[in-house]
Each structure stands twice: as structure tokens, then as C-alpha cells.
């Protein structure tokens, strides 16, 4: 199994929250950085996607494991195994912050 985040929504984002999850996101890169944690896009090997539907990253290199997928839309169910690589806490703020948008 491993160490494995889990998450739903199944009602999806609005408009409005979705712009303040981007928003969060972004400043999440640069507390990133400055701590040296490497996030690239779920492959890991370019800069982290966010776009008007999805955010989509990983860690660099060695330091990757699964991608986070993250979207607007419903999801009935989801997961991100992270294998506690340092890009994990971005994944746990993410879903936080996440949580705390769309209450």
C-alpha cells in the first residue's frame, strides 16, 4: 500500500474558489523554493501545471514518486502516494488548503 493521501469532492470547485486554490498554489511554489523543495509537473520534469481545471505536480528527479493530480472538477475519489519524498508537504498544504477554500 504505502503512504497514500486520499481525498474527495464531489461537488467540485466554483469559479471563484478554484481562482483562490491557483492563488494558494502559487504561493505555495515559492514557500517551496525557499525551503528547497523542488516541485515540477507530474512527470518531474518541468514546472508544476496549474491551469482553470487541474493543478499537476511532483517532486525533481529521485525525489519524485506519484503525481498529484489535483481538479476543479467533482471527484468522487482520489489519491497521491508520496512515499514521504519532500514534495509531500506541498501535497498535505495543497489538500488543506483545498478543504479550507471550498467550506
Given at each position: 500500500?504505502?503512504?497514500?493521501?486520499?481525498?474527495?469532492?464531489?461537488?467540485?470547485?466554483?469559479?471563484?474558489?478554484?481562482?483562490?486554490?491557483?492563488?494558494g498554489?502559487?504561493?505555495?511554489?515559492?514557500?517551496?523554493?525557499?525551503?528547497?523543495?523542488?516541485?515540477?509537473?507530474?512527470?518531474?520534469?518541468?514546472?508544476?501545471?496549474?491551469?482553470t481545471?487541474?493543478?499537476?505536480?511532483?517532486?525533481?528527479?529521485?525525489?519524485?514518486?506519484?503525481?498529484?493530480?489535483?481538479?476543479?472538477?467533482?471527484?468522487?475519489?482520489?489519491?497521491?502516494?508520496?512515499?514521504?519524498?519532500?514534495?509531500?508537504?506541498a501535497?498535505?498544504?495543497?489538500?488543506?488548503?483545498?478543504?479550507?477554500?471550498?467550506?
Amino acid at each position: 500500500m504505502g503512504y497514500t493521501h486520499y481525498w474527495k469532492n464531489p461537488n467540485g470547485f466554483t469559479p471563484e474558489q478554484w481562482a483562490r486554490i491557483v492563488q494558494g498554489v502559487k504561493a505555495l511554489q515559492v514557500i517551496c523554493k525557499d525551503e528547497g523543495i523542488d516541485l515540477e509537473d507530474g512527470s518531474g520534469e518541468d514546472k508544476p501545471e496549474i491551469t482553470t481545471d487541474r493543478i499537476w505536480f511532483n517532486g525533481r528527479d529521485d525525489l519524485s514518486h506519484e503525481s498529484f493530480a489535483f481538479d476543479a472538477k467533482p471527484i468522487e475519489f482520489n489519491f497521491c502516494k508520496t512515499a514521504y519524498k519532500p514534495y509531500d508537504a506541498a501535497v498535505v498544504a495543497m489538500l488543506v488548503y483545498a478543504s479550507l477554500v471550498s467550506d
